[in-house]
């Protein structure tokens, strides 16, 4: 399935770097920023996670929540996530669905 900007988003439940699972629909009537990249720690990555974290008052302002995803496992995720101080869920989509 491809997901474009403006789409809805599908049904979905994934596990956090803490292992919390978050799904859309206990978000209610929030706006989630949903972002997706291609590994933990790599310098364009962390740019764009970085970027995310960087604006993440602003984010808040507008009631919006940031969630990342990525096929890295919890513990890359808790690594990359600790390491760069990200105030934001990183979900595992380890089946890349």
């Known amino acids: 399935m491809t997901i474009k900007i403006g789409d809805k ?11 919390k699972l978050r799904s859309y629909k206990n978000l209610k009537d929030k706006t989630l920023v949903l972002f997706f990249y291609p590994k933990d720690d790599t ?3 962390t740019a764009e ?3 995310f974290r960087d ?3 602003l984010f808040k302002i507008f009631g919006a929540e940031v969630w990342g995803v990525s ?3 919890q ?6 996530s600790r390491k760069h101080n990200l105030p934001f869920p990183l979900l595992s ?3 890349n669905k």
């Open 75 to 80: 513990e890359s995720h808790q690594k990359f």
């Open 9 to 19: 988003v599908p049904e979905f439940a994934l596990s956090d770097q803490e292992g």
């Open 43 to 45: 310098p364009g990555c």
């Open 71 to 73: 096929s890295d496992n």
């Open 49 to 51: 996670a970085c970027g």
């Open 93 to 95: 989509d380890n089946e």
């Open 55 to 57: 604006n993440f008052d």
